[in-house]
């Protein structure tokens, strides 16, 4: 079990376009169960590879127990409907605001397997997929709000990290509250 250091707001990691995978080998794959351990560990639900300091593209989802995926190279082909929902990042922890996004996608993935197969999504797992995808673009679901919101959300978050120093945050125990992505 590895729990990987999570890059925070501030990080230029977080806005980095993340490059494409195409072969997934074993290193892939670790990586991948890394994920898994850091986003459990900091009780997410999502959670893409830019976060932890890796500008590749996959993100892992788990929005239940049963339903744990894998996004390698994920490309949204269709949406469907727009629903409003609230959202938070492990990259910003303590902020959360309301986001529109598609309400039901389409997404093409390739898979730990090397396959590249189709998943449609609706509801929490759909907007958790936006949002993971909207992270290997070096997007941030502040990006999406209006510049009021967002110069408020600001002005918490510099409070929230006053005296803290760098963007990096060890993950180091199981936390409890709120699931964010
Ligand atoms: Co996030």
Request: net charge negative.
């Amino acid at each position: 079990m590895t729990i990987r250091p999570i890059h925070l707001l501030g990080s230029p990691a977080l806005r980095e376009r993340a490059v494409e995978i195409e072969q997934v080998d074993d290193e892939l794959r670790q990586l991948a169960r890394d994920l898994f351990d850091t986003m459990h560990a900091d009780n997410g639900i999502g959670l893409a590879a830019n976060q932890v300091g890796i500008a590749r593209r996959v993100a892992v989802v788990q929005t239940e127990e049963e339903d744990a995926l894998v996004l390698i190279d994920p490309v949204i082909l269709e949406r469907e409907g727009q629903v409003k929902g609230e959202e938070g990042c492990l990259s910003i922890p303590d902020i959360f605001a309301d986001v529109e996004r598609s309400a039901r996608i389409v997404v093409e993935i390739t898979t730990v397997g090397n396959e590249r197969v189709r998943v449609e999504a609706t509801d929490l797992r759909s907007r958790v997929i936006q949002h993971e995808i909207d992270h290997l673009e070096g997007v941030l679901f502040l990006d999406h709000l209006s510049p009021l919101k967002r110069r408020m959300l600001m002005k918490k978050w510099k409070k929230l990290r006053k005296g803290t120093k760098g963007h990096i945050k060890e993950v180091a125990r199981p936390a409890t509250g709120t699931p964010v992505f």
